[in-house]
């Protein structure tokens, strides 16, 4: 059983950051893509960023691309999502997930994510 916890939301002004942190339990550690999606107040769950099991490989969904970075950190079992230059539209509560098999296979999908935490909700102000 994977689990992931996150951590790191709140409330912040636009043009602020914010650095979300996933920490996952041991054994996900070991062959796990790892994504960030969002779901904003009312509307459907959405992609942000993924990153693949040896960090060599990230995608991004348009509306963050220049302002949000994914990255891993093995070691410490933990996936980042460092995001800058916030709009009020990021308003949202943020998920990490957790998925193995080829990475590249429909990587922005939510079903192909087996693993979820609980999300952590990020507020901009405007």
């Known amino acids: 059983q994977v689990q992931l916890v996150e951590s790191g939301g709140g409330l912040v002004q636009a043009g602020g950051s914010l650095r979300l942190s996933c920490l996952a339990s041991?054994?996900?550690?070991?062959?796990?893509?790892m994504g960030w999606f969002r779901q904003p107040p009312g509307k459907e769950r959405e992609f942000v960023a993924a990153i693949s099991w040896t960090g060599s490989s990230t995608t991004y969904a348009d509306s963050v691309k220049g302002r949000f970075t994914i990255s891993r950190d093995n070691a410490k079992n933990t996936a980042y999502l460092q995001m800058n230059s916030l709009k009020p539209e990021d308003t949202a509560v943020y998920y990490c997930?957790?998925?193995?098999?080829?990475?590249?296979?429909?990587?922005?999908?939510?079903?192909?994510?087996?693993?979820w935490g609980q999300g952590t909700q990020v507020t901009v102000s405007s």
């Open positions: 997930a957790a998925r193995s098999g080829y990475y590249n296979r429909n990587v922005n999908s939510p079903s192909e994510y087996a693993y």
């Open positions: 041991l054994r996900t550690a070991s062959g796990y893509h």
